[in-house]
């Protein structure tokens, strides 16, 4: 799994009718009896149904996988912690690179930053759709711990920083790791094998800033051997020989845990004598399993290295303090009380919001003196993430890997 899983919030389509329902309606279907509207929807042309607009809140999914009690039998997080049968069956490789968040950001405000009240808008917005009870409470906790307190005067820079990790963890990278948590648990029917990585090497030719790290993303092109030929059609880039044995080392792993199930162990004497020559060059280094206790990984730059714990703090913060925080008490009989403050102000928002009481979205754009960029924006050198997720499975024995 590379940059998420199915616990990331926007994985799983909460709200497929309400969407199917307003695409019917624009194209002149009946909308009350579902037959009836699905048979009407199939004589449309696919271009007329993809040229419906559609108000979706940020960071969730019109359309997608939905729980229907059969192909996704419920909620993720069960199905992964109680129901192993599946799960177990597969060895997982997942992992990430540092900015996960990035194409949520103009390029003037990377290299500018932000404000506290983009800052507090893009959050709010974040913590409305994604979350239903103590909104206030949430928000307020994210901001203190997403905050250098070190530093009086808080730098456009920093905030920006310190904004994008707080998204990057609560959409991509705490979701991964709870996932890969679940996997590393499961001891039936075959004891699976788990392995986590953090892309941190930045392309010398990369057009964002230095100081960001790894966006998402930026793993592809080494993944799929871009360097090795000097660029392919959809990584327009010149890369160094370092950059060249990096991508040689990280397909050795990929192919060797599509394979076997390890990214250490190769098939056959030939392919363990292609091993070596890379492994030398990326100094042989031997890629252990992971586990919740120890949580080791590689961390993927020109020098793999390996480390533990990745962001252990931040990561705590979203999978231990969040969910105890949201949760509703039987004393709170008002829904007022896990409103955000001031929550019906358009200005303290920015994108799209769930309507508390229906469901439905409602669009609360960026002040005008602020822009913003589209999901479906590529930056210069970037990857057009406006669909996070692709699944690969590559099966000789059973192994899974995801990109997402």
């Known amino acids: 799994m590379q940059s998420g899983s199915a616990l990331s919030p926007w994985a799983i389509a909460r709200n497929s009718l309400i969407y199917t329902r307003q695409i019917a309606k624009q194209l002149k279907c009946p909308t009350e009896e579902s037959a009836v509207l699905v048979e009407c929807l199939r004589q449309r042309p696919v271009e007329d149904i993809l040229a419906v607009p559609l108000s979706v809140p940020d960071h969730l999914s019109a359309f997608g996988p939905t729980i229907d009690g059969v192909v996704v039998p419920g909620e993720p997080a069960e199905v992964m912690e109680k129901h192993t049968n599946f799960f177990g069956q597969y060895d997982l490789m997942f992992g990430m690179t540092r900015v996960e968040s990035y194409h949520h950001f103009t390029s003037q405000e990377d290299k500018g930053g932000i404000d506290a009240q983009r800052r507090d808008r893009l959050l709010r917005t974040l913590i409305r759709n994604l979350f239903t009870y103590h909104l206030q409470e949430i ?11 070190s530093k009086p005067d808080q730098h456009p820079i920093n905030i920006l920083d310190s904004t994008t990790d707080a998204m990057s963890d609560a959409l991509v990278i705490a979701p991964l790791v709870r996932t890969g948590n679940f996997h590393s648990k499961v001891r039936d029917p075959r004891n699976p094998k788990t392995y986590e990585y953090v892309f941190t090497h930045q392309t010398e030719e990369a057009s964002y800033s230095q100081r960001m790290g790894t966006v998402h993303g930026e793993d592809l092109p080494y993944i799929f051997g871009a360097p090795l030929v000097n660029s392919l059609s959809h990584f327009p880039r010149n890369f160094t020989k370092s950059e060249s044995s990096l991508s040689e080392a990280i397909i050795l792993f990929w192919t060797n845990f599509a394979k076997t199930g390890d990214p250490n162990d190769p098939r056959t004497e030939n392919e363990n004598s292609n091993n070596e020559k890379a492994k030398g060059k990326s100094e042989r280094i031997s890629w252990p399993e992971y586990n919740d206790t120890h949580q080791k990984y590689i961390s993927f730059g020109l020098k793999p290295r390996l480390r533990d714990h990745y962001h252990a703090h931040r990561l705590s913060f979203w999978l231990n303090l969040i ?27 920015d994108g799209i919001v769930r309507d508390r009481n229906t469901g439905d979205s409602m669009i609360f754009t960026t002040s005008p003196t602020t822009s913003s960029v589209p999901s479906t924006t590529m930056k210069d050198g970037g990857m057009n993430t406006n669909a996070y997720a692709t699944l690969i499975i590559l099966e000789e024995r059973p192994t899974v890997a995801q990109n997402l």
């Open 139 to 149: 928000f307020l906790t994210v901001v203190n711990e997403y905050t250098d307190w």
């Open 323 to 349: 969910p105890t925080l949201h949760r509703a008490s039987e004393a709170e009989t008002t829904t007022s009380h896990h409103l955000l403050e001031d929550h019906d102000n358009p200005y303290t928002y």
